[in-house]
């Protein structure tokens, strides 16, 4: 273990720009931010060429474990996200089982502390008679709440239940957005196509929007604390804002940033099947808007990996989801070259809107008193992202053969190095992070 660590001479953003100072860490807390720092550590970081930021937050992945280990677990998802720059997660209760209870909430933690390089935390799912344990269940993300099906078995989309988890929750409730009813009577519609661009037609925007307008109802009537995750419509984004209601936040993901329909269900099959879906060009451009607005607090990436032979089934018989947080910071830094995004803006939405979304204490920020959470980027590295490098036990990535600008270098968890340029140090584990009150 690496007792200090002195980044000299490093480029970060801070509140005044960015700037050129030393930064020390000792014990897994940055001590000391100063133009010149003398004191002695016992590992010295000189890379004028290289930006230090804070370590990606990722609140939405789905690692798998327990229960379908062969598409991604508490090791393999963790080492992926390190080398994409990701030092925290927060995994779905989708699991096998699902993480519904207290002590099955224990037992994933303690899974996690034993083969997570990582820091993490999980939210507990919501089922309809389980109100004593979202309630009673200590430190967790939040509540998890499927008001339409997705992956796994759980859901909630009965008035009565959803009323009195909205009533009684003292937790945040994040919720996966989608009218059960509608999609169940486009599936009655479109049942026996074969075709996956009708996956669009049955996970419709008319189901999702009926279903974040009654969220927001709830959220209004309630006052809890709502997320609404992997926002995908232009509509719902309306919405949102009609509302204007500040107990209420949104999240959206790279693929529904950088993919469209139809060409993506074209060119990549049911590789690009996810839920909810990939929409029409007009949609992302709304989507990009709402995070320059700051309509959209930030950007998660739904890692949900399945088997390369598992998603190319014929549709409708592939499993809906795909891999993306090694792929997520890569994707984003080459939009900053590209002049899309800031890098600030980025920084903003993958490390600091998830701190302030969920209340994450000590993290998100290169401060004094902070984890040090931190990732050296070259923001001029170019490579292309491949199947054949990915990490995540997927094997593949929706973004094979794409050419990005700008990568991260080193991964810092709590202090200690995790990754460097295509290295791990695996004796380095995570730690369970802390999530303030919520309400």
């Known amino acids: 273990m690496i007792e200090s660590t002195l980044f000299k001479g490093i480029s970060f953003l801070s509140s005044q720009g960015q700037v050129q ?26 890379e004028p060429g290289l930006l230090l930021m804070p370590g990606v937050i990722d609140p939405h992945v789905h690692f798998r474990d327990p229960g379908a280990t062969h598409k991604e677990d508490l090791y393999s998802g963790p080492k992926a996200a390190a080398a994409g720059g990701v030092t925290s997660f927060f995994e779905m209760p989708n699991t096998k089982p699902s ?9 994933k933690k303690k899974l996690a502390s034993q083969k997570s390089l990582i820091n993490y935390n999980f939210f507990i799912g919501a089922t309809e008679d389980n109100i004593d344990e979202l309630l009673n269940v200590e430190n967790v993300a939040g509540i ?34 989608e009218d059960e009813a509608t999609i169940k009577r486009n599936l009655e519609t479109y049942r026996g196509s074969s075709d996956v661009h009708d996956h669009l037609n049955i996970r419709s925007t008319e189901a999702a929007l009926i279903c974040t307008k009654r969220l927001l109802e709830l959220a209004k009537r309630t006052q809890s604390r709502l997320h609404i995750c992997h926002l995908t419509s232009k509509d719902e984004l309306d919405l949102i804002n009609d509302y204007a209601l500040k107990n209420v936040t949104t999240e959206v993901s790279p693929q529904h940033l950088l993919l469209n329909a139809p060409d993506c269900y074209e060119s990549l099959g049911t590789l690009s099947q996810i839920n909810p879906p990939i929409r ?29 032979d598992e998603k190319l089934k014929q549709f409708p018989n592939a499993p809906s989801g795909m891999p993306g947080i090694e792929t997520s910071l890569p994707l984003l830094l080459t939009l900053v070259n590209k002049g899309r995004f800031s890098l ?28 040090a959470d931190l990732v050296l980027i070259d923001l001029k590295k170019k490579h292309q992202l491949s199947n054949k490098k990915t990490l995540s036990k997927a094997g593949w990535t929706a973004f094979d053969g794409w050419n990005c600008e700008g990568s991260s270098v080193a991964t810092f968890v709590n202090g200690q190095m995790v990754f460097r340029e295509n290295d791990f140090f695996e004796d380095i584990k995570g730690k369970e992070i802390f999530v303030g009150l919520q309400r």
């Open 21 to 46: 100072q030393d930064v020390l860490v000792k014990d897994g807390k940055i001590v000391l931010i100063e133009p010149s720092i003398k004191e002695h550590a016992e590992q010295i970081i000189n």
């Open 99 to 107: 993480t519904t209870t207290a002590a099955l909430m224990d037992d």
């Open 144 to 177: 998890k709440i499927y008001v339409g099906s997705s992956t796994g078995s759980l859901l909630v989309d009965d008035s009565e239940s959803l009323q009195r988890i909205f009533e009684k929750a003292n937790k945040l409730i994040a919720v996966h957005s």
């Open 280 to 308: 029409e060009r007009y949609h992302t451009d709304a989507l990009i808007n709402g995070l320059k607005n700051e309509q959209i607090s930030l950007i998660a990436t739904d890692h949900a990996p399945h088997t390369l």
């Open 344 to 371: 600030e803006q980025v920084i903003k939405w993958m490390c600091e809107g998830p701190v302030a979304c969920f209340n994450i204490q000590n993290k998100g920020y290169i401060k004094v008193g902070y984890d």
